[in-house]
């Protein structure tokens, strides 16, 4: 049998260039050929425990086995350590109330970001006594729909009022009232209006090659046909939204109705004991100033 030393020598100048199901056969390989007591010497050779060099001994020696050897993946499926927020759930839980209160986005795309830094956020966690990276936040928001964007030169100096933040939290606060006592919270607003016709429209469609669709070479508003005005309502413990279109003007009695078809044909069912509902709007257009008529 060789001597340890050769056996060590032998394998420093090969493992580095192995993965780790490469490693195990190759030592597995190598006991096997030297016969009794190839296992221990291997083993104190390669820095492998003895149980490793019989599970790959066991691959080599069992033909269902070596065929799943043949394929990329190093270790069986559902191996290695669960991840972090899986051994913990709450500390998922935790992350998404402290991210809730501050985020940002256009209610129109299912993309959000996070003021909060991740190195924040870790911090912040790690004070109230969990163990966790930045970059394991960085995946578990991005498996969440958030993404890191830059900021966006959209504002003008002097027009953000200095209490627009306990604003916003104090409209938070009272979602998660309302919520918690099972009332009806909705989000509401008039979405891009569209003319009604045969007018260009972007976007490709499916048609017999040579035959598109004929539209109107100008967009001149025909005052013979009104346009079409979508009005959202937004359940936002439901995350189910509802459309309204109107043809004639987006007016607050337009929003009143389209509110109050709403609550008749989904809110209702759906909160039958509620006794109070929260509206959240921008207070622009037809939804400046409007009265709720039950």
């Known amino acids: 049998m060789p001597q340890p030393k050769f056996l060590k020598k032998k394998f420093l100048s090969l493992l580095p260039y192995l993965n780790e199901k490469q490693k195990r056969i190759a030592a597995a390989v190598e006991a096997r050929s030297l016969g009794y007591g190839g296992i221990s010497a291997v083993a104190e050779a390669v820095g492998l425990s003895r149980t490793t060099i019989h599970q790959a001994l066991e691959e080599l020696n ?13 270790r069986s499926g559902g191996g290695g350590r669960k991840r972090i ?3 913990n759930p709450s500390l998922l839980k935790r992350l998404k109330s402290l991210v809730e209160s501050t985020t940002r986005g256009d209610p129109m795309s299912p993309l959000l970001w996070t003021s909060k830094s991740t190195r924040h956020l870790a911090r912040t966690l ?6 966790v990276s930045y970059r394991v936040i960085a995946e578990a928001l991005r498996e969440m729909n958030y993404s890191l964007q830059a900021n966006s030169k959209t504002l003008e100096e002097g027009s953000s009022h200095p209490g627009r933040d306990r ?4 409209l938070n606060g009272s979602v998660s009232g309302f ?17 009604i016709g045969r007018y260009h429209n972007k976007g490709r469609e499916w048609r017999p090659r040579g035959e598109p669709e004929k539209v109107l070479v100008h967009d001149f508003i025909d005052p013979d046909v009104p346009k079409a005005i979508p009005y959202g309502v937004y359940d936002v413990k439901k995350n189910e939204g509802w459309v309204n ?24 069912p759906a909160y039958p004991e509620a006794r109070k509902l929260l509206i959240c709007a921008d207070s622009g257009g037809s939804i400046g100033c409007f009265p709720i008529s039950a």
């Open 62 to 74: 069992r033909p269902a086995i070596r065929s799943r050897l043949k394929s990329d993946r190093i």
């Open 85 to 87: 927020f899986i051994q």
């Open 126 to 131: 790690a004070a109230e006594g969990f163990s």
């Open 167 to 170: 604003q916003f939290h104090r």
């Open 179 to 195: 919520l918690k006592e099972e009332n009806p919270v909705i989000s509401v607003d008039t979405k891009k209006k569209e003319l």
């Open 245 to 268: 279109v109107g043809c004639d003007h987006d007016t607050a009695a337009f929003a009143v109705a389209s509110i109050r078809r709403w609550w008749h044909a989904m809110g209702k």
